[in-house]
């Protein structure tokens, strides 16, 4: 278990140390966001532009004019919500070098109810053109990924978890932008999954396993660009495709998979959020299954594939 | 470079006519908010900035931003006139894959510095421009030109809190009043003013200039890079379509298209 926040806060501060060019914007969430840990050692790189995230993405946008890598970061509702404008034209058309972090993404900030839960961000990210949109399955991909968007030159978004996640990402792994990586073995179904719904999946297949149901899961964290090859190969002699994430149905991971597989005669079945927004709750987890993001609900997934 | 005010008034005529040129007859083109920045581009290119048409990345060059990208013309036929780029493209501004975009795009045009257009947005990055020089101890300058029908926007006042806040003196912005928006005149559409007040409540050093007064341009121009610790914006009063008496405060011209008749008569007037 690692906190996805916390290493992406010090895999910042790592890259701060080995090139003086990363910089890092804030709109005043830096505690929540982590990049607090940057703060401390690199103040002059270090921009608190307030709680204004649409000139925080310009601002970014122009100090990656001058050479720098620049991360914005906020809560992943604001990070594309409130600046999809500035992201788009200033940032996008252009394709500059500003890394969009969105902080305590989907369900997780259970608490704060609809108004602080994205379940629309990647779809909104995936929309715009030269975007690359990225979801880090646990901690250990959170900081491949960090790093990995550091050297990429172009604008990226990378949705990151408030919680705790279980660490699933083989730690010798090489994370290359756009690859799928298979996380559990199996051939009955595949389960594509990206973010919390990783280890639910994981979960569901070790159970399954006992019924006699065979399932690979496969961790799809870039859902942009993501290689039309590793997905087709992984759901190739399985009776169907079960997708899982924690983001509407609409734009997100069932839009990824599904286009993928058009004309292949897949059955899939997609989990998410239904068109519909966050609410309040006192848990993660009571709010995930309140929205029925659940282990039993891949599994009740996997089995419709078998009638 | 270093134009004198003849040469410079002369630049600022030539720019007004490759714009002409460029919007050609019969079609849109946004001529009123270009010529009333034909003066202020024409000392910021050939007098002010330093800049090298042969090496639009050179790294100690001063930065030039359009927050009101849709004056592209004025700024298309400053580059052109200086050797970014042959005149001959001017004539294809707008069409299917030319270089010169509707509105500045730097992946095609050399010497953009960044994309604007959606309008409120350019300030911010000038402001993240004069940052990250700064930040390296360069001495370059950025120069932003703002419009007054733009400044309604409220990204603006956030780039206006950061650069007094990140005391950011490397960066000037001209705002170009010339008192219209594209459906009517600022006062009665939706007043911006007062300028002077709000710029200097927001931490700026504020000026004021006729922005078509070569000399003085000059004068302010260089007056302002004493002024350390602020941000500096200097209040152009301009006219908007200035230079051509039938577009000379007429709306029309925001994004208008000339007839024939009155596309001669424009390229008589600005070659006498």
């Known amino acids: 278990m690692q906190n996805p926040r916390q290493v992406y806060g010090e ?74 404008d500035q992201i788009r034209q200033g940032v996008s058309i252009p394709k500059l070098n500003v890394k969009i972090v969105g902080s305590s993404a989907g369900l997780s900030d259970f608490g704060d109810g609809a108004t602080h839960q994205s379940v629309e961000d990647v779809a909104i990210m995936r929309a715009i053109p030269n975007m690359t949109v990225l979801v880090p399955v646990d901690g250990i991909e959170t900081r491949k990924m960090t790093q990995k968007i550091a050297e990429y030159h172009g604008p ?38 990206c973010g919390v719904m990783v280890s639910k999946a994981v979960q569901a297949a070790e159970r399954l396993k006992t019924e006699g149901i065979s399932v690979r899961v496969v961790n799809v964290s870039s859902l942009k660009p993501t290689n039309e090859d590793d997905i087709k190969k992984f759901a190739s002699g399985v009776k169907g495709v079960v997708t899982a994430e924690e983001h509407s149905l609409i734009g997100g991971l069932a839009s990824v998979i599904t286009y993928i597989l058009r004309g292949s005669g897949t059955p899939i079945v997609p989990i998410g959020i239904e068109d519909e927004f966050g609410q309040s709750a006192h848990d993660y987890e009571e709010l995930l299954a309140d929205y029925k993001l659940t282990v039993e609900n891949i599994i009740s997934s996997v089995k419709k594939l078998f009638y | 470079m270093g134009m004198t005010v003849p040469e410079l008034e002369k630049k600022a005529s030539a720019l007004r006519l ?18 009333s920045l034909a003066e202020i581009v024409s000392v910021l290119y050939f007098y002010k900035m330093k800049h090298d048409p042969k090496n639009p990345h050179w790294e100690d060059r001063d930065r030039f931003l359009l927050s009101k990208g849709h004056a592209a013309l004025v700024q298309y036929a400053a580059l052109a006139e200086a050797g970014y780029f042959s005149i001959e493209e001017i004539k294809k501004v707008k069409c299917l894959g030319a270089m010169l975009q509707g509105h500045p795009d730097m ?90 007040e709000k710029w200097k409540a927001f931490g700026w050093y504020v000026t004021e200039m006729d922005g078509h007064n070569v000399r003085e341009i000059m004068d302010v121009l260089d007056n302002v890079d004493d002024i350390r610790d602020q941000p500096k914006i200097i209040i152009a009063h301009t006219i908007k379509g200035k230079g051509l008496p039938f577009a000379e405060n007429n709306v029309a011209f925001h994004n208008g298209e000339l007839t024939q008749e009155q596309y001669e008569k424009a390229c008589a007037d600005l070659m006498s």
């Open chain 1, 156 to 193: 990226a978004y990378m949705r990151v978890n408030r919680q705790d996640l279980p660490d699933l990402f083989p730690i010798d792994q090489e994370y290359v932008i756009g690859k799928s990586y298979l996380i559990h073995e199996g051939h009955d179904v595949a389960i594509f999954a």
């Open chain 2, 107 to 196: 992946l095609t045009t050399p010497g953009i510095e960044a994309n604007t257009g959606s309008l409120g947005q350019g300030l911010s990055l000038a402001c993240g421009m004069a940052a990250g020089l700064r930040l390296d101890g360069r001495k370059n300058r950025v120069y932003c030109i703002v419009g007054d029908g733009e400044i309604a926007e409220g990204q603006i006042w956030e780039a206006a809190m950061t650069a007094s806040f990140y005391k950011l003196d490397n960066l000037t912005a001209v705002l170009d009043k010339n008192n219209l928006q594209a459906t009517g005149a600022i006062k009665e559409r939706y007043d911006t003013n007062p300028l002077a």
């Open chain 1, 11 to 84: 895999t910042l501060l790592e890259l701060g140390r080995k090139n003086t060019n990363i910089v890092v914007l804030e709109a005043d969430l830096s505690k929540s966001t982590m990049t607090c840990l940057f703060e401390k050692e690199f103040p002059e790189r270090f921009f608190e532009m307030g709680i204004g995230e649409a000139n925080m993405t310009s601002f970014a946008g122009g100090l990656s004019l001058t050479g720098k890598v620049a991360f914005t970061n906020s809560f992943a509702v604001f990070a594309a919500g409130r600046s999809y």
């Open chain 2, 18 to 35: 490759n714009i002409i040129k460029m919007i050609g007859v019969g079609q849109k083109g946004h001529l009123g908010g270009s010529f």
